[in-house]
């Protein structure tokens, strides 16, 4: 029962676990560090699983030998919430077999057989019984299929210690890097300016993502080369080689730097420098899809792509996926195929699994139609308005800067020197939500429902997953503060609610009902199609399950289904006639029904 002293409990552990996963989690996820975390946490594994992903409720947990886990794993569900019932929180197991593959949504209560296999956006419901050697597929998953191999997997020991001496050699890496900037070019900085050690930490996060960016280049041609289709000769340091580089990408090459200048087109030039065939009028959301192990194996042209993943390996071989004139949504999934993967001319919905060619014969006429001075002349807009939100952040850092330095003068006693730690942090928080909402009134103040600037929208876009990524924001999920934070951001909390969002955008077109429960859900007020950016209003009730997907729309259901996507474009005139059905007390409709609507 919400609220009572065992969700108090829970909840200050799932936040501390939270924390954890992105400060320290992300950087040893997939080596034996993070199975030997998880099972000090009392999760019930084998030491020859593949952990992928991030657990929790770990004593409820079970994976069997051999297995692998692709994707988060949580054993709890909120139930519904209204005026005659509090919310609550459940809890029951998960089992995975021997030799499985969960690369989808395993439900709690789940029992996933030996030998199975869970496809990508697959979501195996509550209380799921999966059969040995099943193939399972769709929201809710269904068999499709039966695994015609062992399924067993090679956990070899030596690939785990050599993950391990690859994380000693990052280090090491790291501070040969900071020293190289000390030789360089610290030492020049005025050593008695009031603000010297911000600007100094600062130019060195930028110094290091820079620098990796150079080196993971270097360790990309050199220890995987160019990869072509065509059959796959795996080895053990063939699996290592694939991973240390991607991980050195994703982690050290793009981190803080990529998710505060993710629009900008110098992302694409950096791709290329990794071998993926892509042309500078194509925009992405992030460089996360594109491993250098598998940017040779895709090629993208004049197109689209929100968060997408990529397969590039099936039955033993290496495949190309191409995409050209198209638009492709959020969470969309290329998976295994025996041949290319061809789209062309098509707009392929969020929350898409696609293992065959999609072509449309016509053209859509919202098709990107960029001439080299429109690409150049967005690329310094873009690189302006960037500069200047570094400029913003930098603001921001100075209120807790002189709270550490000139109010408790840099205090040496760790009893002194956490709490004041904890202070600096949240004035810092607090002083870049401040730098956002005016950022968001100037980005929005004139465009409400009709997007004027794309520019505007983009430097707002970027500083909000910033923002969202790198404060202590998500700390307060599920608690008052985060509702009164995302109230002064501009979201409309009608009455009580309980916010887990994973993301939320557009935080002044947002509307929450009363007695809302938002878990793990991605909340937007926009939708993108091509270059076309559609802006309104995005309306919730109910209890919205993990990864569902709202993007400008009315969900008026009292349970959504987890994975689920609801796109709608509401106009004023349809958020007016939903007010008024509320205070006549008839009954909502769900935004696909509307004219202009699709989910």
Not at 91 to 119: P, Q, T, Y
Not at 206 to 212: D, H, K, P, T
Not at 515 to 520: A, E, H, P, R
Request: with cysteine; aromatic share 14%.
């Amino acid at each position: 029962m919400i609220p009572s002293i065992y969700f108090l409990r829970w909840w200050f552990v799932d936040r501390a676990v939270a924390l954890w996963e992105f400060w320290v989690g992300k950087f040893i996820v997939n080596t034996p560090l993070i199975k030997f975390f998880y099972f000090l946490m009392g999760v019930k594994l084998h030491h020859e699983v593949l952990i992928e992903s991030f657990i929790r409720e770990f004593d409820l947990v079970r994976i069997n030998e051999g297995s692998s886990l692709q994707s988060q794993l949580r054993c709890r569900k909120f139930g519904p919430w209204n005026k005659d019932k509090k919310p609550t929180l459940r809890f029951r197991r998960v089992s995975i077999g021997c030799h499985c593959k969960v690369k989808g949504m395993v439900s709690l209560g789940a029992v996933i057989g030996d030998g199975s296999v869970v496809e990508k956006l697959a979501v195996a419901e509550e209380g799921a019984k999966v059969t040995a050697k099943s193939i399972v597929k769709g929201n809710p998953a269904r068999v499709v299929g039966q695994t015609t191999s062992e399924g067993k997997q090679s956990m070899s020991h030596i690939l785990g210690l050599l993950k391990l001496l690859w994380l000693i050699f990052e280090l090491y890496l790291f501070f040969g890097v900071t020293l190289l900037a000390q030789y360089l070019w610290l030492y020049r900085l005025p050593a008695n300016g009031r603000y010297t050690d911000i600007i100094r930490w600062t130019l060195l996060l930028v110094w290091f993502n820079l620098s990796s960016i150079v080196t993971g280049l270097i360790l990309k041609w050199a220890l995987i080369g160019k990869r072509r289709s065509g059959l796959v000769n795996d080895s053990i340091w063939k699996t290592f080689v694939d991973w240390a580089v991607d991980w050195h990408f994703q982690v050290a090459a793009t981190g803080s730097l990529e998710a505060m200048t993710w629009n900008s087109r110098v992302w694409n030039v950096v791709l290329k420098c990794y071998g993926m065939d892509i042309d500078l009028s194509s925009r992405f959301v992030s460089t996360a899809a594109f491993l250098p192990s598998k940017v040779d194996l895709i090629k993208v042209k004049n197109s689209f792509i929100s968060a997408a993943t990529f397969d590039t390996k099936s039955n033993g071989r290496y495949f190309e996926t191409t995409i050209e004139d198209s638009s492709v949504g959020h969470s969309v999934h290329f998976g295994e195929s025996d041949s290319t993967i061809r789209i062309s001319n098509s707009v392929v919905p969020p929350h898409s699994l696609v293992t065959s060619n999609i072509i449309q014969q016509a053209s859509d006429l919202r098709a990107f139609n960029f001439t080299s001075l429109d690409v150049a002349w967005q690329e310094i807009l873009v690189t302006t308005g960037y500069m200047v939100s570094f400029v913003l952040f930098f603001c921001s850092l100075i209120p807790p800067y002189e709270v550490w330095m000139n109010i408790f003068h840099n205090p040496q006693n760790v009893w002194v020197a956490v709490p004041v730690l904890v202070c600096a942090l949240v004035i810092q928080g607090l002083s870049w939500t401040m730098v956002l909402v005016f950022v968001q009134y100037m980005a929005m103040a004139k465009t409400r429902y009709n997007l004027l600037s794309n520019f505007l929208y983009s430097m707002y876009a970027t500083m909000v997953f910033a923002h969202q990524s790198f404060s202590l924001l998500n700390v307060f999920h599920g608690s008052p503060l985060y509702n009164l934070i995302a109230t002064l951001l501009g979201v409309k909390v009608e009455g009580q609610a309980l916010l887990f969002p994973y993301e939320i955008y557009e935080y002044s077109y947002i509307t929450v009902k009363d007695k809302t429960i938002i878990d793990s859900s991605h909340i937007t007020g926009h939708f993108v199609v091509f270059d076309e950016i559609v802006l309104g209003p995005c309306v919730v009730s109910g209890t919205m399950h993990e990864r569902s997907y709202a993007a400008n729309t009315i969900i008026a259901s009292g349970e959504s289904v987890p994975y689920r996507v609801y796109i709608g474009k509401v106009t004023k005139d349809e958020l007016k006639r939903q007010r008024l059905d509320e205070e006549l007390g008839n009954t909502i409709i769900d935004v696909s029904s509307f004219k202009d609507g699709k989910s």
